[in-house]
């Protein structure tokens, strides 16, 4: 009766839900297919498994499916911020697989747009620093303005205008002066330009000043930094430019790039598979660098190692040196769907605004397949 009851339930519902609550069919693998699956084992010589296992019937003789479906992800699928500041943020990104993981870190190096100095108009250099290495310097600089507010030139055909180009003006000069010989130019002397009814000598003007718009009265472009040296000029010397800021990606030229570094590893999973005790666990807390081990007292004047800070593992396999015993001793895995992310803004962009940008790329990507393929 309850057997029939069970078929009238899922006769308007998926066939595979029917199937996969049958007491017959397995909810899950073996627990040593299981630890090949989700770990990648970490041995002395090399690591091992470490591929990950896509295809659906991979375990179709054990009844357990493996195929990728969308309710499984949505429930395991997790982001955990560790760690914020103002130019980085760490977190764990749980339950995805390695490749949608590389995804986000492509995308935050090479298509992420930010603002930077493109071309630059020198009216007057007479310091040592040729113009091709200066106007170089110039591009590198972190600009901070939202890209998000700013079109991409072409999109204009490549006319210049307030809402596709930041223009910057320095004009510095060292006074010819006994006691100092010498001035540094900084990047504090670098200004965007706010005159647009004054005729500079170099050609451009906009009708109107950024400054001027509502979207940038509370905070105008200007460079990030203002601690980064430019120049060095003698006395009598003297440097005067015009710089454009525009919108562009990673890409294209690493200027673009909004951030310093972007990396993942694999959360590090450490396993004592024996007792270590006393003298030993002594010499396997001193062996690790990272502190990863710690030792506690388990009565009876005995003192056993444990593991304390795992997430502080390098993977250098110090612990595991020093003979077969060791390795009989200690585990050390790799957990395949969880990825701890650091990334490190150069300053144009918060370090989760980044990110955020970096999930609507991916999902404008998906989108355009999508419409490719209906």
């Known amino acids: 009766m309850a057997e029939q009851q069970k078929k009238k339930k899922y006769e308007n519902e998926d066939a595979l839900d029917y199937i996969m609550n049958l007491k017959s069919v397995p909810s899950k693998l073996p627990e040593h297919l299981q630890l090949l699956k989700t770990r990648v084992l970490c041995n002395n010589d090399a690591p091992q498994h470490t591929d990950t296992i896509q295809y659906s019937g991979a375990y179709a003789a054990l009844g357990v499916d493996n195929s990728l479906r969308l309710d499984n992800f949505c429930e395991n699928f997790k982001v955990k911020v560790n760690r914020l500041t103002d130019d980085t943020i760490e977190f764990d990104m749980i339950g995805i697989d390695p490749a949608l993981a590389n995804a986000f870190r492509r995308i935050l190096i090479a298509e992420v747009p930010t603002m930077a100095i493109e071309r630059v108009y020198i009216a007057n250099n007479t310091s040592l620093i040729q113009d091709e290495v200066l106007a170089h310097r110039l591009g590198l600089i972190p600009i901070s303005a939202d890209p998000r507010l ?28 006994k006691e100092d010989k010498t001035r540094q130019t900084r990047i504090t002397d670098f200004k965007a330009k706010r005159n647009v009814d004054s005729k500079p000598k170099t050609f451009t003007s906009f009708s109107c000043s950024q400054d001027s718009l509502p979207e940038f ?56 598979l024996k007792d270590v005790e006393d003298k030993l666990a002594e010499e396997l807390v ?89």
């Open 286 to 374: 001193n062996k690790c660098l990272q502190h990863v081990f710690d030792i506690e007292d388990i009565g009876g004047g005995k003192r056993k190692a444990t593991v304390k800070n795992p997430r502080n593992c390098t993977l250098c396999r110090e612990c595991i040196r020093g003979g077969k015993e060791w390795e009989d001793r200690i585990s050390l895995r790799r957990v395949k769907g969880h990825f701890i992310f650091t990334v490190e803004s150069t300053g144009a962009l918060p370090p989760e605004v980044l990110f955020t940008e970096a999930v609507k790329i991916l999902e404008d990507k998906c989108e355009r397949v999508i419409a490719e393929l209906s």
């Open 150 to 177: 700013f079109e991409y030139p072409e999109n204009a055909g490549d006319e210049k205008n307030e809402k596709n180009t930041i223009v910057f003006k320095l004009h510095v000069q060292c006074p010819i002066n």
């Open 217 to 272: 009265s509370s905070n105008p472009p200007r460079p990030t930094y203002l601690d980064i040296k430019l120049a060095r000029l003698g006395a009598g010397q003297e440097i005067e430019l015009e710089a454009h800021a525009v919108k562009g990606m990673g890409k294209t030229h690493a200027k673009w790039s909004p951030v310093a570094t972007a990396w993942y590893r694999m959360l590090p999973e450490i396993v004592l």
